[in-house]
């Protein structure tokens, strides 16, 4: 561990901030990718609790990579985990291990709470480090367009989103039906998730009080503005809390729009966006979320102009029998893809895939479907890609992943505003018949010393 004062930090801030005062590895315009042909991918791990044991443990397991690196802001899972990777340094702020150990590492895994996810991933970018992101890559929407911006100015980085549910073949084959339209022209896309992040009603905000000792509350609210620690945030119910996380739209997105999103590259961005919800959601997200997202769509693979994602949580399903499906499903976790020839269905891990055709369930050879997609290794493909092999198929990298944040996180931010269509441009981040969403739910004002850095090429 490394002590630092109020004067180095400011001086370490500043320089992770600043491009010119960061040792940094060549950019794509003097270099190809860092790490090609090398032996081992060097990775560190940003948020080593929850579900960092899922992403650590697989990243750890392939015979390429190694973690060198712990990071959390909690001692907890620090002190738990860091005797498993005795070699890998341990540190509380990813800031510093930027400052003082940037070629120690050629990769980065960031499994903070969603408030804390675009910052380190922006920072990665910046310095040439390749990027594992869990889900969803970001909080806010503007960070959607500085992710995406980062992207695409580092094409020679490998990224993954947290979405290792690709690697069961059943949603590859849903996708692979979907984008050879075997069920004709699309009608409308339908997920819903089963958790309740928040309260369907106003509940009272939980007193202030001390953090657990073993937590660095500053360093955990990270960009989020100054506030007291209270019952029921961290180290794992920050979820369901406006400035910390997503709810379980947020949290379950990726893992439900992905099939959509990948059938269909034509739904860039939404043009409009409507939450019907039982209460306006403020300090607490709320439940019971129906949200509606409409895309404008050209082409034949469509019935009409526009698409429309239908998006809910709390387990509330559509009423299956009209788009298709003769017979109610138990469950949530569910993903529907309605078309003029037929209706796919299929649960979160890819294990039921099934095809209604007029209104009867019929095989995947009386549609002439593949169920050839071959293996795929999430974790392994995100290294492979990393190490230089350019014919590995990463199935979400950023680029995808950003496309289904953005339909996951647009009816959270319009919780705040149930049962208003608001019209979104995400071009020039406005709500363009809602100044107050404008203003309110598109941004957040960054905390000195957390601001995020711009990533040039």
Same mark, same amino acid.
């Given at each position: 561990?490394?002590?630092?004062?109020?004067? %180095?930090?400011?001086?370490?801030?500043?320089?992770?901030?600043?491009?010119?005062? +960061?040792?940094?590895?060549?950019?794509?315009?003097?270099?190809?990718?860092?790490?090609?042909?090398?032996?081992?991918?060097?990775? =560190?791990?940003?948020?080593?609790?929850?579900?960092?044991?899922?992403?650590? /443990?697989?990243?750890?397991?392939?015979?390429?990579?190694? =973690?060198?690196?712990?990071?959390?802001?909690?001692?907890?899972?620090?002190?738990?985990?860091?005797?498993? $990777?005795?070699?890998?340094?341990?540190?509380?702020?990813?800031?510093?291990?930027?400052?003082?150990?940037?070629?120690?590492?050629?990769?980065?895994?960031? @499994?903070?709470?969603?408030?804390?996810?675009?910052?380190? #991933?922006?920072?990665?970018?910046?310095? %040439?480090?390749?990027?594992?992101?869990?889900?969803?890559? *970001?909080?806010?929407?503007?960070?959607?367009? #500085?992710?995406?911006?980062? *992207?695409?100015?580092? !094409?020679? &980085?490998?990224?993954?989103?947290?979405?290792?549910?690709?690697?069961?073949?059943?949603?590859?084959?849903?996708?692979?039906?979907?984008?050879?339209?075997? +069920?004709?022209?699309?009608?409308?896309?339908? @997920?819903?998730?089963?958790?309740?992040?928040?309260?369907?009603?106003?509940?009272?905000?939980?007193?202030?009080?001390?953090?657990?000792? /073993?937590?660095?509350?500053?360093?955990?609210?990270?960009?989020?503005?100054?506030?007291?620690?209270?019952?029921?945030?961290?180290? /794992?119910?920050?979820?369901?809390?406006?400035? $910390?996380?997503?709810?379980?739209?947020?949290?379950?997105?990726?893992?439900? &729009?992905?099939?959509?999103?990948?059938?269909?590259?034509?739904?860039?961005?939404?043009?409009?966006?409507?939450?019907?919800?039982?209460?306006?959601?403020?300090?607490?997200? @709320?439940?019971?979320?129906?949200?509606? #997202?409409?895309?404008?769509?050209?082409?034949?693979?469509?019935?009409?102009?526009?698409?429309?994602?239908?998006?809910?949580?709390?387990?509330?399903?559509?009423?299956?029998?009209?788009?298709?499906?003769?017979?109610?499903?138990?469950?949530?976790?569910?993903?529907? *893809?309605? @078309?003029?020839?037929?209706? +796919?269905?299929?649960?979160?891990?890819?294990?039921?895939?099934?095809?209604? *055709? /007029?209104?009867?369930?019929?095989?995947?050879?009386?549609?002439?479907?593949?169920?050839?997609?071959?293996?795929?290794?999430?974790?392994?493909?995100?290294?492979?890609?990393?190490?230089?092999?350019?014919?590995?198929?990463?199935?979400? !990298? $950023?680029?995808?992943? &950003?496309?289904?944040?953005?339909?996951?996180?647009?009816?959270?931010?319009?919780?705040?505003?149930?049962?208003?269509?608001?019209?979104?441009?995400?071009?020039? +981040?406005?709500?363009?018949?809602?100044?107050?969403?404008? %203003?309110?739910?598109?941004?957040?004002?960054?905390?000195?010393?957390?601001?995020?850095?711009?990533?040039?090429?």
């Amino acid at each position: 561990m490394h002590d630092l004062n109020r004067r %180095d930090f400011v001086k370490t801030t500043a320089a992770l901030l600043g491009a010119a005062a +960061l040792p940094t590895l060549p950019s794509i315009a003097t270099a190809a990718n860092p790490t090609a042909g090398a032996d081992v991918l060097r990775v =560190i791990q940003i948020g080593v609790g929850g579900i960092g044991g899922m992403d650590r /443990n697989a990243i750890s397991r392939h015979p390429k990579a190694k =973690i060198v690196g712990l990071i959390d802001v909690d001692s907890a899972p620090l002190e738990k985990i860091g005797p498993q $990777f005795p070699d890998a340094f341990r540190e509380t702020d990813y800031r510093k291990v930027f400052a003082d150990r940037l070629g120690e590492f050629d990769a980065v895994n960031v @499994c903070t709470p969603d408030h804390s996810h675009a910052a380190p #991933m922006l920072l990665a970018l910046a310095n %040439d480090k390749h990027v594992y992101g869990q889900k969803p890559l *970001v909080q806010q929407l503007e960070e959607l367009t #500085m992710l995406e911006a980062a *992207v695409k100015a580092k !094409p020679h &980085l490998a990224t993954n989103t947290g979405n290792q549910r690709m690697g069961g073949a059943g949603r590859r084959i849903a996708v692979d039906i979907l984008q050879k339209n075997l +069920l004709g022209k699309a009608i409308a896309g339908y @997920c819903w998730a089963g958790t309740k992040r928040g309260s369907a009603t106003d509940i009272e905000l939980p007193q202030a009080k001390q953090p657990p000792a /073993n937590i660095d509350w500053d360093l955990w609210l990270g960009p989020a503005q100054k506030q007291p620690y209270r019952d029921g945030i961290a180290p /794992n119910k920050w979820r369901a809390w406006w400035d $910390f996380g997503t709810a379980g739209l947020g949290d379950w997105g990726v893992h439900l &729009l992905d099939i959509i999103m990948y059938a269909y590259p034509e739904l860039i961005s939404p043009m409009t966006v409507k939450c019907e919800a039982p209460r306006k959601a403020n300090w607490y997200h @709320c439940t019971q979320c129906e949200a509606t #997202m409409t895309y404008a769509v050209k082409g034949d693979r469509f019935k009409s102009d526009t698409f429309r994602v239908y998006y809910n949580d709390a387990g509330i399903s559509p009423d299956l029998r009209a788009i298709g499906i003769p017979k109610d499903r138990a469950g949530a976790n569910n993903t529907v *893809v309605q @078309c003029e020839g037929g209706t +796919l269905f299929i649960d979160a891990g890819g294990k039921n895939l099934e095809i209604y *055709v /007029n209104n009867k369930l019929v095989t995947l050879e009386d549609i002439g479907a593949t169920k050839d997609v071959g293996d795929y290794a999430h974790w392994g493909s995100w290294i492979e890609r990393a190490l230089g092999d350019q014919d590995v198929k990463v199935w979400t !990298p $950023f680029e995808a992943g &950003l496309r289904m944040t953005e339909c996951a996180i647009l009816p959270v931010k319009a919780s705040r505003f149930p049962g208003q269509e608001l019209q979104w441009d995400k071009k020039t +981040l406005t709500f363009t018949n809602n100044q107050e969403a404008t %203003d309110t739910v598109v941004r957040r004002t960054y905390r000195d010393g957390f601001a995020l850095p711009k990533v040039k090429a």
